[in-house]
């Protein structure tokens, strides 16, 4: 059976049984504790949790999904992926374990075709209902169904494999697992709790039954018990197909080859080999995913994922010897192999393949960045190695072998962790070149390091929402309701104060100064959302008066004021009057249109790849961030300018409607990265060049932009642009300002407004040359005076040691100058210091070729002398440079230098 048909089997079985059929929600979650969407339950939280309520109560998906916990056993195993995707069917408060285990097994041994003979099931210890219904809805007998409690060790419930939890209080309860038998030729017989490589687990059920307190101590049942049941598409195709593992279904079979067609290296010829075949096919299928759904390399969350998988694929193909790129065919091959499944593959082509074709070229380029990196770090290493005043390489046995030429030499973790994470070198390489040259890496403390940046990212992740915890939203949900948002259709309405709140929970009372959060049952204010930001205003009671300084939804549904009290005292359940800022939504309204004019015009200018890929509307300006690969132009920006205005003056109206999903794509709306979108959703159109799926507030007709104009453009990222711009009044000011200012300076040049780009052109030529003809006239002014201080030189055995002050140099003048006096001295050192008119100092030094060979580094020579003027020295092995904030103590740092010279010279 072909994966096309598992999903398409999965999905009728389910819509058959009165499931709504869900898209796959984006890779990009819409939930601020998570990086990426991990399973098919994480788009429909807010129905299990009870915060919000669906329109059907079953629901069936095929997710696509992506955890990163695995990465490293990716290729070394035949069942970890990054990206894989996940069967699954829901109930929410409908049927429970009865049809759940029902349904699991007709829909195995029917719809599948498996042997009822070879499915095994596990269930949580103390589960006897779930192991009665298996005995019962099935055909499974009670020596094929296996209890599984909590590992020994552990006291927790949700530490077993059969036991689920949010991780902390919550919603937890049992789940029962399924399991095919692969025959003897897998493993030893006696079911999944002797082998679980025989026994294949497919299909787990997972029943929402119980409430926990955070020690994972039952409270209770919960008023409502949910189902959310995942299998593994992967596993199922392998067991389907027939064949011994994932890579060799229709699904990855095709990127295997392809990767060994593009390495030279057939698969199953050797183990090693076929590791890292099997992580480009993996790889190369999550980055195309991830691309597709918008992630962008970068150094931080999601976007350093990608790139660390986009990574991991060079690697892989530059030990199997691939010297030309490989990652544009892989993507090409993976949207030609799974874009009937996932359109939006196909739809992205352009994006995906460009997108990891630079990526793959800028991680060229850091590969021999790194290795000139880590050569000079190992060369180092073994120089200072001993030196206890030495930062890149230590001992490893301690004071005693300090000086023991025999000790190991090690590369610290601080440095083998800045290739990995400035210069994105794979530490599987670092340590591999070191052992090549008999250097260690300290590899506890390059996990130190690890473990520490993974910390901070968790800390990102779970930051949540203005410091109130998610707990406490709810409470507030529970007693005041969904909010109820009329801002489109009013600027003020007549409401109630539902809720105060503040990070340890509702008030009852807020006075004079004091910061909350308001929750209303009805609001005109607009949560943030959609790139738009939350409006401002006011909120008023008979007893005070709150200004609401930002809005954004504490949850779904759920709309959270932060606001001060400006005077008086406030408490929950107090009549009120809300007001929107008018003014400042007028200006953010004007902008939110321009954004859906500017995305549309700026796809047909640059390519469809050019995809909104995120921005923030603010009164008065905004901007549009979007995946494009090198600068926009100036006449290209004019180009968009004029044909933005165009669109606007024309005048088409902007209309709005709320329809469902499939109507809304039907209607060829277009779907933000990153944006959830649930059953009902709101089309924006205007004209006949843009449908939007947005929530946003939008002026009736577009002549009400005004103007459009851009202030600014430049990268934030690798492949990512941002355009910054102003519409309205605010553009018509900034216009009018720089006519001004092009008029001022046409005058003091005496040419027309026309001229004056040209005539600044010619002023910064003849100020250049100006500038260049100073710089050398200085630099010549100073090599005058190499005689002078060769004559300064002192004697040391064989070498010649010269140390002085020069001064009136910069940094380069200063370098230049010593090694021009180390070509004459021939055989020594040369040790420079200048102080500047801020006050700090400079200094270089720079050794002769037979004292770098036999040990005498510039930068060990330096670091006393730089350590006189509050400084540091860094340098490869014959010159160094360094600076300190102390230039008062030149002469005392000369002093230090000429003596370190000549202890080192002596031996």
């Given at each position: ?10 999905l ?8 709504q ?21 994480v ?9 919000k309520?669906?329109?059907?109560p079953?629901?069936?998906?095929v ?12 290729g ?7 990206v ?15 049809d ?5 097994w007709?829909l195995?041994t ?6 009822p ?19 019962s ?26 036991y689920?939890?949010m991780?902390?209080a919550?919603?937890?309860?049992p789940?029962?697992e ?24 497919f299909?787990?059920?997972v029943f ?10 039952i ?17 199922m195709?392998?067991?389907?197909q ?12 095709p990127?295997?080859d ?14 090693q ?9 993996e ?5 195309a ?18 790139r ?7 690697r892989?193909?530059r ?6 790129p ?5 993507a090409e091959?993976v949207?030609?192999t799974?874009?009937?499944?996932w ?6 082509r ?13 991680f ?5 960045t ?22 890149t390489a230590t ?12 000790a190991?030499v ?15 070198f ?9 052992a ?5 890496v ?26 109130v ?16 948002f009329?801002?489109y259709?009013?600027?003020?309405a007549?409401?109630a104060?539902?809720?105060l ?7 009852e009372v807020?006075?004079e100064g004091?910061?909350?959060q308001?929750?209303?049952p009805l ?6 959302g ?8 006011l909120?008023e009671t ?9 809005t954004?939804?504490g ?9 001060r009290?400006?005077?008086g005292?406030?408490?929950p ?6 007001a929107?800022?008018t003014t400042?939504?007028?200006?953010i309204t ?32 905004f901007r549009?961030?979007?995946p ?8 290209q ?26 109507e ?5 709306a ?18 006949d060049?843009s ?5 946003g ?6 002549p ?8 600014n453009e ?5 492949n ?8 309205g009044?605010e ?31 010619d ?9 260049k003809?100073l710089?050398?006239a ?19 055995g064989d ?6 002050r ?17 070509n004459r ?11 500047s ?6 200094l ?9 060979e036999a040990?005498?580094?510039?930068a060990?020579i330096?670091?006393p ?9 860094g ?11 102390e230039?008062g103590?030149i ?14 010279l002596?031996?």
């Amino acid at each position: 059976m072909r994966t096309d048909e598992i999903r398409r089997t999965f999905l009728d079985f389910f819509r058959e049984r009165g499931h709504q059929i869900w898209p796959s929600s984006s890779l990009i979650p819409n939930d601020p504790t998570l990086l990426l969407t991990v399973a098919g339950m994480v788009q429909f939280k807010p129905y299990f949790l009870g915060e919000k309520t669906p329109e059907v109560p079953r629901a069936a998906s095929v997710q696509k999904c992506a955890r990163t916990v695995d990465i490293d056993n990716v290729g070394h195993t035949t069942r970890h992926f990054t990206v894989f995707e996940m069967l699954g069917n829901f109930s929410f408060g409908d049927y429970f374990k009865a049809d759940a285990i029902r349904w699991a097994w007709q829909l195995s041994t029917q719809g599948f075709g498996f042997a009822p003979e070879r499915i095994w099931v596990t269930v949580y210890e103390d589960d006897d209902e779930a192991e009665q219904l298996w005995l019962s809805e099935t055909e499974v007998p009670r020596q094929r169904i296996q209890r599984v409690g909590i590992p020994e060790g552990e006291t927790r419930r949700d530490a077993s494999d059969n036991y689920w939890s949010m991780g902390g209080a919550g919603p937890c309860g049992p789940c029962s697992e399924l399991y095919y038998d692969r025959g003897p030729e897998h493993g030893p017989p006696g079911g999944p709790a002797v082998d679980e490589n025989r026994y294949l687990e497919f299909w787990n059920l997972v029943f929402m039954q119980f409430e926990q307190d955070e020690h994972g101590m039952i409270l209770g049942e919960l008023p409502q018990q949910n189902v959310d049941t995942g299998m593994g598409l992967e596993r199922m195709a392998m067991l389907l197909q027939g064949v011994p593992n994932a890579y060799e279904t229709d699904m990855l079979r095709p990127l295997v080859d392809r990767a060994a067609e593009l390495t030279g290296v057939a698969y199953g010829e050797t183990e090693q080999a076929d590791v890292s075949l099997r992580v480009i096919a993996e790889h190369a299928r999550a980055t195309a995913f991830l691309v597709g759904d918008g992630v962008l390399p970068s150094n931080e969350a999601r976007g350093y994922v990608l790139r660390r998988l986009l990574r991991r694929v060079v690697r892989n193909g530059r030990s199997l010897g691939a010297t030309r790129p490989i990652m544009g065919a892989m993507a090409e091959t993976v949207i030609d192999t799974l874009g009937d499944a996932w359109p939006e593959l196909r739809a992205q082509r352009e994006l995906v393949t460009r997108v990891v074709e630079s990526e793959e070229a800028q991680f060229t380029r850091t590969l021999r960045t790194g290795l000139a990196l880590l050569e000079q770090a190992i060369d180092e290493a073994k120089g200072y190695h001993g030196a206890a005043t030495d930062d890149t390489a230590t001992a490893t046995e301690g004071d005693e072998g300090a000086g023991d030429a025999t000790a190991p030499v090690q590369l610290s973790g601080a440095t083998a962790f800045t290739l990995h994470d400035t210069y994105g070198f794979p530490i599987d390489l670092t340590i591999e070149i070191a052992a090549e040259h008999g250097v260690e890496v300290d590899r506890d403390a390059f996990a130190t390091y690890m473990e520490q940046q993974r910390a901070r990212a968790r800390a990102a992740a779970q930051g949540g929402a203005q410091g109130v915890p998610a707990e406490v939203y709810r409470q507030a949900a529970s007693t005041v309701g969904s909010t109820r948002f009329v801002g489109y259709e009013h600027a003020e309405a007549d409401t109630a104060l539902g809720a105060l709140l503040d990070p340890a929970g509702p008030r009852e009372v807020a006075e004079e100064g004091d910061e909350v959060q308001v929750v209303l049952p009805l609001t005109p204010f607009y949560p943030e959302g959609g790139g738009q930001l939350g409006d401002h205003g006011l909120i008023e009671t008979h007893t005070g008066r709150l200004e609401v300084v930002d809005t954004f939804e504490g949850l779904e549904s759920l709309t959270a004021h932060r606001a001060r009290v400006a005077a008086g005292e406030v408490r929950p359940g107090q009549e009120a009057h809300a007001a929107i800022d008018t003014t400042r939504r007028a200006s953010i309204t004007r902008g939110h249109t321009a954004t859906h004019i500017l995305h549309a015009t700026i796809k047909e200018l640059l390519g469809p790849h050019a995809q909104q890929a995120g921005s923030a509307i603010d009164a008065g300006h905004f901007r549009f961030d979007f995946p494009h690969f090198e600068q926009v132009s100036s006449e290209q920006i004019a180009e968009l300018e004029a044909q933005v205005n165009a669109r606007v003056g024309a005048g088409p109206p902007v209309e709005t409607m709320v329809t469902s999903r499939e109507e809304a794509e039907a209607m060829g709306a277009i779907a933000l990265f990153g944006e959830k979108y649930g059953e009902r959703v709101r089309v924006v159109r205007i004209g006949d060049f843009s449908t939007e799926l947005c929530g946003g507030t939008h002026v009736p007709h577009t002549p009400e932009v005004q103007v459009f104009t851009v202030i600014n453009e430049g990268s934030i990222s690798a492949n990512t642009r941002r355009l910054e711009a102003v519409t309205g009044p605010e553009a018509l000011d900034r216009l009018t300002k720089e006519r001004l200012v092009a008029e001022q300076v046409a005058r003091l040049l005496n040419v027309g407004t026309d001229a004056v780009a040209e005539r600044v052109a010619d002023l910064m030529d003849r100020l250049r040359a100006a500038e260049k003809e100073l710089a050398d006239a200085r630099q010549q002014a100073l090599l005058a005076r190499a005689d002078e201080l060769l004559a300064t030189a002192e004697r040391e055995g064989d070498h010649t040691v010269l140390a002085a002050r020069v001064d009136g140099a910069d940094r380069d003048g200063l370098k230049t100058l010593a090694l021009d006096l180390r070509n004459r001295i021939h055989r020594g050192v040369v040790v420079l210091a200048t102080p500047s008119e801020d006050g700090k100092a400079a200094l270089v030094a720079a050794v002769t070729t037979d004292l770098v060979e036999a040990g005498a580094h510039a930068a060990e020579i330096l670091r006393p002398a730089a350590a006189a003027v509050g400084g540091g020295a860094g340098g490869k092995g014959d010159v160094a440079q360094a600076g300190g904030k102390e230039g008062g103590k030149i002469d005392e740092a000369v002093a230090e230098a000429r003596r370190a010279a000549a202890e080192r010279l002596r031996g």
